[in-house]
């Protein structure tokens, strides 16, 4: 079967696509699928240092879509994950450089050699987005909890609808359940109330995040960190795996008052 | 009162509540916000369906969004000269 392609993306920037593309794709390579994380940042590439592949790159997709070089030469491949590879940006040139047309084709070339091509869309809703967004069959949308970032997904959730994208699934990344559990946090369900779109997922916020990036090894790898494992469920859903949400809160324990309130509360938020 | 309304959870004074109210509002206005020219063309529409059954003031018509706090609507005010009767002239539209 050709690969899923699955756009990555989210309006606002800087609320965790790169971090949850890398991920994700580490994630379906643990679970044995041919996975190619694709960096559609031109002229921003990060992906390749979250990967910690950057060292390893020598073309990029810019390349193969002006016949410098062929596919498999940009193609980095993972040697800590099989099955795992990853497709860089172009960093020195800017997002005119593609069109569209070309990311479909592309994306066709790549089809019939992956299970998954996922694609790290640049922030916004201009060029970038469109040439990230016109390759893809399905889309992740990323929010963090907060008015303007949700705001933003709304919009980018409009623009992947008309552009007849689907499933579109929410992925609500730096949740922290204890702000939460005070009420000073949009919780899972208000978003889900105001967006009204599918979850795939809850991530917490997490110091592991960093420490992943400075290790240059996308979390889900060694998973110890909560978010990895929020990140390997969110790999389960898209599988078609029906995973409960996890219980962040038991993550978040705050001692002897987090003991009392939930004596009193008795009841558990599901992520 | 605050350590208690803490304890025993009911946070829905929260900041978190004042951005989910906040965030509603926000929504209904991006999601019915709409350009000079789509109004344009919507108030064409309009017209020209009303047209099959009515004469109508074009001159008077007045069409636009209503927005307050909490909801959006589409107000139109158009003038009824006369009302078709007999055989409407759907070809005409
Ligand atoms: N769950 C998390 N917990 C803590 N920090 C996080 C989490 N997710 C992302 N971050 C941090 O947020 C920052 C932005 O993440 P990332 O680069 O993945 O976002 P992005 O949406 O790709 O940004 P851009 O729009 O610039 O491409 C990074 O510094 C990252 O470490
Ligand atoms: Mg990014």
Redesign the interface.
Known sequence: MPARVIVVTSGKGGVGKTTSTANIAAALAKFGKKVVAVDADVGLRNLDVIMGLENRVVFNFIDVIEKTCKLSQALVKDKRVPGLYLLPAAQTRTKDAVNPQQMIELCEELKPDFDFILLDCPAGIEGGFKNAAAGADEALVVTTP??PA??DA??II?MLESMGKSPIRLIINRLRPN?????????KD?IL??LSIDLIGVVPEDEGVIRATNNGEPMTMTLDSPAAHAYLNIAERLLGNDVPLMDLESYTSRGFFSW??KL??R?TRQY | MDFLRKLFGGGNDGSGAKAKDRLRIVLIHDRTDISPELLDSLREEIVSVLSKYMEIDNDKIEIDLDRDEKAVALVANIPVLRIKRGNVDYDKV
């Open positions: 907060e008015i949700v705001r709304d919009r409009g702000m939460v559990q005070d009420g000073d946090m949009l919780a208000d109330d105001v009392i309130k009193f509360k009841r």
